[in-house]
């Protein structure tokens, strides 16, 4: 009292009877709630409030708060991500079991029953259970008194409150009580933290996966405002398909050639060296040992490898991983723990194992990064050019990324909606999409010889004489094409790479050449045109074949122009030339 109101600071006449109430709790309640209750929670700030309205509710000036969230799938602790929360349980770490993080009793106390758990002389039971968790990393940190809470609901255990003290006895099984008023606010807060986060995790999905392209958006947009109308009207809503009528559609793609045959080659290269590896370990294991068993799981191993040194079948990978891991690895685990000698062996080849994989991971590594290297590098041109390409007229445009990448466009009224269509726009982006896939043969050009499987890319158009619909499927989440007769079109581009050159064993498509394909006449002049004109801008060499095609399953009648392409560097080119500037060549 004399610290609030010195003496002699006052004069006093008279007599006063008064009752004075010590508010601090109420108070220091209202301000966590003030503190849970606000939106911005990215801040060191809002930690730095609730962390001195803490000190004040337990009397601590030296008081610390900490927070971990609790995973119940993994059964673990994680760090949580908002800048200036710690965790004293986890210290530097990211995640942690429950079971290494936590001791037989804190486990007992905070995951099954929900309970508080207080430690009261971080030191005393440092020393009496020899350093066990969670006492050594409280007592690494400096803490002398921790108590840990847990924030439930239903039974459920969201994460574990942590308040530490720098001495002794600070936090005990008295003061704990003052945390009951408090504990619901906490766990509100956090089961909207834990809803805010899921949302954002929804719409971070949804751009990166499901995103509508900004060319369509305004059709969805109307559909979703007639949705909210009819639902505050009372009626029963349903968002009605998305249909757009009388488009043009564009195909084309940039593929890994015989990426089937190399993933295989890469593949048999691995699991024949890893065979090898293990036949001359157990060769040393069986010629010291002298065990027929030995003998016999080389005889297998050599089985395995003739099998696969001509060609590697299709179940022949499984077939030895699993030979590996239920007849292998326990022999070398238990010869192991016995012979140090062969235990060296091992260890170097263990060495050499994937981990993610579980089997020798080196060829096929350098392949899945060569095709992810090519991936990137030939998706960056297209959706970079994409953007100049919408500013001349609005479509429809998605890619997507295989073995290579493919892309699908639309283009017609019924897309842009005000501005007025002509087929001229068509002529232009086709136009367009042949620079481009000439400009991805150049990327790949340039990257090929850093790549550590020189990898080859074959190039091919197809062309769609005439409109179709499309209609966006709800389940997919995609654009395809509506209709049995329109069907044909999908059913040309799934089989189309794959035709060969009629009366040949010749494949269409080929490493150095765009495969431009169609069935009319008047396509073929356009595109012998367009290479013409793009021949004089440095992109073709002039040579060109006219070839017709196998007929393929349910569709016949095909031909394509292959033309060869000019390779230069891409710093080179940079230009898009447009349908007009074709008319300006071709009039002069």
């Known amino acids: 009292m004399e610290k609030k109101i010195p003496p002699n600071s006052f004069i006093s006449k008279g007599f006063v009877i008064s009752n004075m109430f010590d508010v601090t709790a109420e108070h220091s309640i209202s301000e966590i709630k003030s503190n849970l209750i606000t939106n911005d929670k990215t801040g060191g700030n809002f930690i730095k409030g609730v962390e001195e309205t803490f000190k004040s509710l337990f009397g601590l000036p030296n008081l610390r708060i900490g927070f971990s969230v609790y995973n119940s799938k993994d059964e673990q602790f994680e760090r949580v991500s908002v800048s200036g929360v710690n965790s004293f349980i986890l210290q530097k770490k990211k995640v942690e079991t429950c079971n290494e993080a936590l001791c037989k009793s804190s486990y007992s106390k905070l995951i099954d029953h929900n309970h508080y758990f207080v430690i009261s002389d971080v030191d005393k039971y440092y020393k009496l259970s020899n350093g066990m968790a969670p006492y050594k990393v409280l007592h690494d940190q400096k803490i002398k008194s921790a108590l840990l809470a847990p924030i439930a609901k239903d039974g459920q255990l969201l994460g574990v409150l942590e308040l530490v003290s720098d001495k002794a006895n600070d936090l005990n099984s008295v003061n704990v009580t003052k945390l009951d008023d408090v504990i619901p606010y906490i766990v509100s807060a956090v089961l909207r933290s834990i809803q805010e986060e899921e949302n954002l995790i929804d719409a971070v999905i949804q751009n990166e996966c499901t995103s509508v392209h900004p060319s369509v958006y305004w059709k969805f947009k109307e559909e979703a405002k007639r949705f909210i109308l009819d639902d505050m009207e009372g009626l029963q809503p349903s968002f009605r398909e998305i249909v757009f009528d009388e488009v043009y559609p564009l195909y084309g793609q ?9 993933r295989n080659m890469a593949i048999q290269r691995d ?21 027929p068993i030995y003998e016999e799981l080389i005889f297998r191993v050599d089985n395995h490898l003739d099998e696969i040194k001509e060609v590697l079948h299709t179940n022949s990978e499984q077939a030895i991983f699993d030979f590996v891991q239920e007849e292998i690895n326990p022999v070398f ?27 020798y991971y080196d060829h096929r590594k350098n392949y899945d990064q060569s095709v992810m290297l090519i991936n990137k590098k030939l998706a960056s041109v297209i959706d970079r050019k994409q953007e100049e390409a919408q500013l001349m007229y609005p479509h429809y445009f998605e890619r997507y990324k295989t073995d290579g990448v493919e892309h699908n466009m639309y283009i017609g009224d019924s897309i842009t909606g005000a ?10 982006l086709r136009l367009w999409q042949l620079q481009v896939i000439c400009e991805m043969e150049n990327k790949h050009y340039d990257l090929k010889s850093k790549l550590q499987v020189q990898l080859n890319v074959a190039s091919l158009i197809l062309v769609y004489n005439g ?15 509506d209709g049995t007769y329109n069907a044909r079109y999908e059913i040309i581009k799934k089989r189309i790479d794959k035709s060969y050159i009629k009366g040949t064993n010749e494949r269409l498509t080929q490493a150095g050449k765009i495969a431009i394909v169609y069935s009319q006449k008047k396509d073929e002049l356009e595109y012998l045109r367009y290479i013409k ?9 002039g040579k060109i074949e006219i070839v017709e095609l196998e007929g393929l399953q349910g569709v016949s009648g095909l031909k394509a122009i292959r033309a060869s392409i000019l390779y230069k560097s891409t710093k080179e080119k940079d230009k898009t030339y447009t349908y007009e500037d074709l008319m300006l060549e071709l009039n002069k």
């Open 254 to 262: 940039v593929d890994i050639q015989n990426s089937s045959q190399e």
């Open 271 to 291: 699991l024949m060296i890893q065979l090898s590896e293990i036949k001359q370990i157990m060769t040393e294991v069986w010629q010291k040992y002298g065990l």
């Open 333 to 359: 685990q238990h010869i192991k723990k016995s012979d140090t000698q062969i235990q060296n062996l091992l260890l170097s080849y263990e060495a050499k194992i994937d981990k993610g994989t579980g089997s």
């Open 419 to 428: 501005r007025a269509f002509d087929l001229l726009y068509l002529n232009n």
């Open 467 to 481: 409109s179709l619909s499309i209609r966006f499927r709800m389940d997919e989440k995609r654009f395809d094409v």
């Open 533 to 541: 004109f793009l021949k004089s801008k440095g992109y073709f060499s």
